[in-house]
């Protein structure tokens, strides 16, 4: 037996369902739909959980639990190609000039750069975080990173 030779069971595989071919089709004029109401028109779909205008279950049932996620640090994520870019030899990047340049937007909690990318420029970086392979990249090429609380 080769991967040729391999065929579905047979009855196992069926014909799609063509409704509204016709009357003689048996799936013709309401396509298997009923007459009229919500779930017979075009896009009449009753979305899930919905129980006729009764209050649902998931409402009915108390608030329970609780989640963390208000309390999570949210980290911007600057690579070291976009500060190549961006920065002149001997600039000062920190997060007030990570926003000058557009890398920055939004609230975050702390600012990470990342050693995605080569650096060429000696820059003084003044970040609450970087990573080891981006601290090396940018000594490297002659640049100082301290790490702001």
């Known amino acids: ?76 994520v600057v690579n070291l190609s976009d500060l190549n870019e961006r920065f002149e030899d001997g600039a000062v990047v920190n997060e007030e000039s990570l926003r000058q340049a557009g890398l920055v937007k939004g609230t975050y909690d702390v600012v990470k750069v990342l050693g995605a990318g080569e650096v060429t420029r000696k820059l003084t970086v003044e970040v609450s975080s970087i990573s080891a392979s981006a601290k090396e990249k940018i000594e490297k090429a002659g640049g100082t990173v301290t790490l702001k609380a």
């Open 1 to 76: 037996m080769r991967l040729h030779d391999l065929k579905p069971t047979k009855g196992a595989r069926h014909r799609r369902k063509r409704v509204g071919c016709g009357e003689s089709s048996g799936h013709g004029k309401t396509s298997g739909r009923g007459n009229k109401g919500q779930k017979a028109r075009s896009g009449g779909a009753i979305r899930p959980g919905f129980e006729g205008g009764q209050m649902p279950l998931y409402r009915r049932l108390p608030k329970k639990g609780f989640s963390n996620a208000m309390f999570k640090n949210v980290t911007a």
